[in-house]
């Protein structure tokens, strides 16, 4: 791990800075590791990352290079610069208290991403109402086009996969290291990231 | 039309509280239109529906009788007790200005459902940052499950058809006759609902 490359230890999150031109590169150093990214405008964060918005533009649900994620307010607030996997979810929000309660009855209770994301982005106004649908990175949500049926499967990254994305202006950033057994086939493990 | 039914005009939309058990029909009177609905808690504005939750929970992205559309706070705020069409869109925003130009830069701009729902919530609280994904009652947005790929045709819905939700809270709700040409075969035509 380079010096500039930080760890978010599993089923945890941080938040933090990404200015207009920089990059960032989340990395799954195990594999079959899902990070839920959430971006707001550092200028006002009641402009928000919206999946509504970037699949109607794309029109895809499979998002990967050339592509714009954009915010609520119809602007481009990241770019997909590079994509070793090709498999991200932006359909779901991320795992919760009560989606463990309703998916995982009988596993001890935890926050889940949406916990987490509450807790790093506190410091910068954003509150549990403003986290919307997230940019989850490397989860594997196939959906049915007969039947619209969707299924959480485990990702299709192996170690040292990774998304790049380019920012188009300065945003914050929530990311985790996700904490839901299916997304990740069962097994707890850390995000990388690097900002460069 | 009955005593009891309202007429949202053309390219136009309303807002209106939804008590608790209470009952709204939206009715296609003429067969291929679209429908936005938003809802919030009445009690606190910042529950606000959620596509991402309702989609975890439901399994699917074709959401029909029986399905919950739940709240940002993972509670169930509406209940969709019948349905003439089971087929309807949880995956894109409202259609605005900005979604105008991008799809339809040949034609007269218009603010859409977006700014439509926006002018129908003001006086209930609700500013244009917190609108999100609308549950699109009618809309057709097949997913290709192969390939990722979405398309926006006319709706399956005929003359008369209905989908009809029970309310499990308090809400204040945003529904529109929706202004974009490709959500409802190029035609503008206003939509009805019922609340019993």
Known sequence: MSVATQEIAPRSGAAFRLDAGQTLTVIDPEGRQVADLLAYS???????????????????????????????RSRPMLE?????????????????????????????PHRGCFGNLAAALAP?????????????????????????????LPPTSTA?????????????????????PASNGGSFKPIHYRIE
């Open 42 to 72: 550092a200028a006002d964060i009641r402009e928000v990352i919206s999946s509504g918005r970037t699949l109607d533009y794309a029109e895809t649900i499979r998002l990967t290079t050339g592509h714009l994620l954009y915010s609520n």
């Open 80 to 108: 997909i610069v590079a994509d070793d996997v090709g498999c991200h979810d932006f359909l779901l929000t991320p795992c919760s208290y009560d989606t463990f309660h309703h998916f995982y009855p009988e596993l001890p």
């Open 124 to 152: 910068f106004g954003v509150t549990e109402d403003m986290i919307p649908v997230a940019f989850n990175c490397f989860m594997n949500v196939p959906v049915d086009g007969a039947t619209g049926r969707l299924e959480v």
């Open 160 to 180: 040292g996969d990774a998304i790049v994305l380019r920012a188009r202006m300065d945003l914050v950033i929530g990311l985790t290291a996700c904490s839901a």
